[in-house]
Structure formats: structure tokens, C-alpha cells
């Protein structure tokens, strides 16, 4: 053969190679399951940050990973057949976004990895430790003790100083809810503030909640996040509006619908965190060595359109700490 000849034959064969982790069988790429709380069409943002959190650690979904996503629609009962039906498609690693996604995927496997995002994961028994977790789970923690929770009402008495009567709109049947308010209770306590509880675990029972609020006088509210309150936010949001309801909330979502303030975690930033999780895992790490990540970094978000329908004048010295304000 002539030089020119092979060197092309050669070159030609080069090109005909897949780069590393390009091309594979789908049969033979790992499969990782993600189980949202909500939907598609309220959460794609939370699926987005975690196939980014993939990419920047070497996984491309379709090319050298494959990524099953499912959605409970805010209906924790479905959490159990959405994490049966991942089991059944030999994920490698199931992610969960929701304590009780977590809960259900422990009860259903001890030999599949799963890696969560949710609240007060040693309070409520789904972990052993924070730092050794063992078993098969681990992930991040959304829950950060008493100064987290209790800062929601210290920020309605920020915007509100005479507050006196706050009503907590929440899911019990939510297992970290029930942390949520134990806090929030003794803070109350403290501040002298009169907490009213309102319990939703169907979208239908909102307007009751909130005609209940009006009847006892409510000044204010905290909702607590849980897989219905999140999937329904603009719904609540529009609710604590014709309500005339400050309002204060956990994840940055609803004030990105019209809410007042949220002061917690970023859950996307923990979804793409999650990814790093899930790397260490498919490359042998066990689970239950890896330590639950604990929340460093709080925002606080504030909407001052909001706050102007209300007849709210939020203090400067608010506004100077919040991470971003919505004008």
C-alpha cells in the first residue's frame, strides 16, 4: 500500500472511532433515575440544574448516561409506583427531590443507591448519622435547626413590627413538616407571636384554609414547602394576594410567582450538587460513606411589587440583605 494510501486508511479508521462514552449502546450506559415532587411543566428548572451538575462531571444523557425522569405531580402517594417503576429499568443510582420520595425509595431497596435532597433527614430517621449515613442513601439536607425556621417569622416581623397573629399553612402529613413547626412554634413563643395552623393535603382544601385565616384575623403567613405546596404555588401565591396576606416562604419559587419573601435553600444549586453525588457513586463509592451535605448558604428574596400592593414599606435594611429583590 502507498503511504498516501495508509495514511488515509488510517485517519478514516481514527474518525470511525466514537470518542469516549460517544455512541454507546443504550443497553450498556448507566441508567439514573430522578424523581421530582412536582412536574415537568412547574419544575424543569430542578431536571435542568441536575443534568447540568451530570454534564459538568463527565455525563451527557443519551451519550454515556441515560436519565429516567418522573414526576409524583404533588401526589406524594405516587412516589412509591414512580420509584418501582425505576427499580424495574435497573437504574443505577435513584435521585430523589423530597424527603418523602426519599423515604419511599429507602423502603423499596437496600441495594440501589439513592441520593436525596430533602428536609431533616436525621430528624426523621431516613439517615442514621450526617456524617456516615450507611446503608444505601445519602444526599443533600435542605434543613438547618432552629435559626433556619425560626427566621421566617423574625422576617415578618421585619416588614410587619406590630405582627401578632401568623397562621403556618402546611401539609402534616408532610413527615418533615412536623419539625418545621416544632421549630417555629418555640420561636413564636419567644417572639410572642400567636401561631395559627392551617393543614392542607389537597389542593381543593386551599380556599377553606384561607377563608379559615381571614375568620381568625391572620396578619400574616409562613407556608411550609412540601411536594403539594410547591406544585401549587401560583395557586396559593394568587390566594394570600386577594387575601391581602404577607406572606413568607421557603424556596425562592414562589416569589418568582408573586410572592412576598422566601428565605431558604437553592434547590436548584442542590440538584446540580446532587450530580457529584452520583458520580462518586457510579465509580464505586458506597453510598453510605458519602456525608449528608448540609445547607451553608441561605437567600433571601424579596418582591417589592409585592410588597407595594400591599401597602408594605419593606426597611432599607431588609433590602440591603437580600440576595436579590423583584421590582
Same mark, same amino acid.
Given at each position: 500500500?502507498?503511504?498516501?494510501?495508509?495514511?488515509?486508511?488510517?485517519?478514516?479508521?481514527?474518525?470511525?472511532?466514537?470518542?469516549?462514552?460517544?455512541?454507546?449502546?443504550?443497553?450498556?450506559?448507566?441508567?439514573?433515575?430522578?424523581?421530582?415532587?412536582?412536574?415537568?411543566?412547574?419544575?424543569?428548572?430542578?431536571?435542568?440544574?441536575?443534568?447540568?451538575?451530570?454534564?459538568?462531571?463527565?455525563?451527557?444523557?443519551?451519550?454515556?448516561?441515560?436519565?429516567?425522569?418522573?414526576?409524583?405531580?404533588?401526589?406524594?402517594?405516587?412516589?412509591?409506583?414512580?420509584?418501582?417503576?425505576?427499580?424495574? =429499568?435497573?437504574?443505577? @443510582? +435513584?435521585?430523589? !427531590? #423530597?424527603?418523602?420520595?426519599? &423515604?419511599?425509595?429507602?423502603?423499596?431497596?437496600? *441495594? /440501589?443507591?439513592?441520593?436525596?435532597?430533602?428536609?431533616?433527614?436525621?430528624?426523621?430517621?431516613?439517615?442514621?448519622?450526617?456524617?456516615?449515613?450507611?446503608?444505601?442513601?445519602?444526599?443533600?439536607?435542605?434543613?438547618?435547626?432552629?435559626?433556619?425556621?425560626?427566621?421566617?417569622?423574625? =422576617?415578618?416581623?421585619? @416588614? +410587619?413590627?406590630? !405582627? #401578632?397573629?401568623?397562621?403556618? &399553612?402546611?401539609?402534616?402529613?408532610?413527615?418533615? *413538616? /412536623?419539625?418545621?413547626?416544632?421549630?417555629?412554634?418555640?420561636?413564636?413563643?419567644?417572639?410572642?407571636?400567636?401561631?395559627?395552623?392551617?393543614?392542607?393535603?389537597?389542593?381543593?382544601?386551599?380556599?377553606?384554609?384561607?377563608?379559615?385565616?381571614?375568620?381568625?384575623?391572620?396578619?400574616? =403567613?409562613?407556608?411550609? @414547602?412540601?411536594?403539594?405546596?410547591?406544585?401549587?404555588?401560583?395557586?396559593?401565591?394568587?390566594?394570600?394576594?386577594?387575601?391581602?396576606?404577607?406572606?413568607?416562604?421557603?424556596?425562592?419559587?414562589?416569589?418568582?410567582?408573586?410572592?412576598?419573601?422566601?428565605?431558604?435553600?437553592?434547590?436548584?444549586?442542590?440538584?446540580?450538587?446532587?450530580?457529584?453525588?452520583?458520580?462518586?457513586?457510579?465509580?464505586?463509592?458506597?453510598?453510605?460513606?458519602?456525608?449528608?451535605?448540609?445547607?451553608?448558604?441561605?437567600?433571601?428574596?424579596?418582591?417589592?411589587?409585592?410588597?407595594?400592593?400591599?401597602?408594605?414599606?419593606?426597611?432599607?435594611?431588609?433590602?440591603?440583605?437580600?440576595?436579590?429583590?423583584?421590582?
Amino acid at each position: 500500500m502507498k503511504r498516501r494510501a495508509f495514511i488515509g486508511a488510517v485517519g478514516a479508521g481514527l474518525l470511525a472511532v466514537p470518542l469516549a462514552g460517544e455512541g454507546q449502546d443504550s443497553t450498556s450506559r448507566p441508567r439514573v433515575g430522578f424523581v421530582g415532587a412536582e412536574s415537568p411543566s412547574t419544575n424543569p428548572h430542578f431536571l435542568d440544574a441536575f443534568r447540568q451538575g451530570m454534564q459538568d462531571n463527565g455525563y451527557v444523557d443519551g451519550r454515556n448516561v441515560t436519565i429516567d425522569a418522573r414526576w409524583a405531580e404533588g401526589r406524594s402517594e405516587r412516589f412509591p409506583e414512580l420509584i418501582a417503576e425505576l427499580i424495574r =429499568l435497573d437504574s443505577r @443510582v +435513584i435521585v430523589t !427531590v #423530597s424527603l418523602q420520595a426519599a &423515604l419511599a425509595a429507602k423502603n423499596l431497596t437496600t *441495594s /440501589i443507591p439513592i441520593v436525596f435532597i430533602a428536609s431533616d433527614p436525621l430528624g426523621v430517621g431516613l439517615v442514621a448519622s450526617l456524617a456516615r449515613p450507611g446503608g444505601n442513601v445519602t444526599g443533600l439536607s435542605l434543613f438547618l435547626g432552629e435559626d433556619f425556621s425560626s427566621k421566617w417569622l423574625e =422576617l415578618l416581623r421585619e @416588614v +410587619i413590627p406590630r !405582627v #401578632s397573629r401568623v397562621t403556618v &399553612l402546611l401539609n402534616r402529613a408532610s413527615p418533615a *413538616s /412536623i419539625g418545621y413547626l416544632k421549630v417555629l412554634q418555640g420561636a413564636a413563643q419567644n417572639l410572642g407571636i400567636r401561631l395559627q395552623i392551617q393543614d392542607v393535603r389537597d389542593p381543593s382544601q386551599f380556599e377553606g384554609a384561607f377563608s379559615a385565616m381571614g375568620a381568625e384575623r391572620t396578619q400574616a =403567613l409562613i407556608v411550609v @414547602v412540601d411536594p403539594l405546596t410547591v406544585r401549587y404555588r401560583a395557586r396559593i401565591v394568587e390566594l394570600a394576594a386577594k387575601a391581602r396576606l404577607p406572606a413568607v416562604y421557603g424556596f425562592r419559587e414562589f416569589v418568582d410567582v408573586g410572592g412576598l419573601m422566601a428565605y431558604g435553600v437553592n434547590v436548584p444549586h442542590l440538584c446540580r450538587r446532587a450530580a457529584a453525588y452520583v458520580n462518586k457513586i457510579l465509580k464505586g463509592t458506597k453510598p453510605g460513606d458519602l456525608p449528608i451535605e448540609q445547607p451553608t448558604t441561605f437567600e433571601l428574596i424579596i418582591n417589592l411589587k409585592t410588597a407595594k400592593a400591599l401597602g408594605l414599606t419593606v426597611p432599607p435594611s431588609l433590602l440591603a440583605r437580600a440576595d436579590q429583590v423583584i421590582e
